[in-house]
Nanobody
Framework: QVQLVESGGGLVQAGGSLRLSCAASGRTFSTATMGWFRQAPGKEREFVAAIRWSGGYTSYADSVKGRFTISRDNAKNTLYLQMNSLKPEDAAVYYC?????????????????WGQGTQVTVSS
C-alpha cells in the first residue's frame, strides 16, 4: 500500500506561482512512477505531469509544458509540482498518484494509488 498526501494548494493571482508537494509513505516510493492529475468542476480528471522512478524521464500535458515542472526526492519520499505563470484555467483540485507498472504515463488507469487532492484557485 501507498499513502499519498498533497499539500501546497491555495489561492494565487494569474501569473503567479505555487509549489505542490506530495508526501508518500508505505510501499517503496522510489520504485514508483509518480503523476499529477487535476480535476476542475464539471470536468474529467486530466493528466498534468508524470515522472519515472529515477527522475530521468518526465512527461507533461501540452497545456502545462514550459510552465510546470515535476520533480521528486526519493530520499524524502516526496513528489513536487512547481507551477509558474498560472492561468485561471489551471484552477482545479490537483491529485498525486503512484503506479508500479506504468506503461502509459498519461493514463489515469495506469496508477494504483491516489491522494485526496489539494485545491488550486487562480484569480484573474
Amino acid at each position: 500500500q501507498v499513502q499519498l498526501v498533497e499539500s501546497g494548494g491555495g489561492l494565487v493571482q494569474a501569473g503567479g506561482s505555487l509549489r505542490l508537494s506530495c508526501a508518500a509513505s508505505g510501499r517503496t516510493f522510489s520504485t514508483a512512477t509518480m503523476g499529477w492529475f487535476r480535476q476542475a468542476p464539471g470536468k474529467e480528471r486530466e493528466f498534468v505531469a508524470a515522472i519515472r522512478w529515477s527522475g530521468g524521464y518526465t512527461s507533461y500535458a501540452d497545456s502545462v509544458k514550459g510552465r510546470f515542472t515535476i520533480s521528486r526526492d526519493n530520499a524524502k519520499n516526496t513528489l513536487y509540482l512547481q507551477m509558474n505563470s498560472l492561468k485561471p484555467e489551471d484552477a482545479a483540485v490537483y491529485y498525486c498518484s503512484a503506479g508500479f507498472s506504468v506503461v502509459i504515463m498519461s493514463r489515469r488507469s495506469s496508477y494504483n494509488y491516489w491522494g485526496q487532492g489539494t485545491q488550486v484557485t487562480v484569480s484573474s
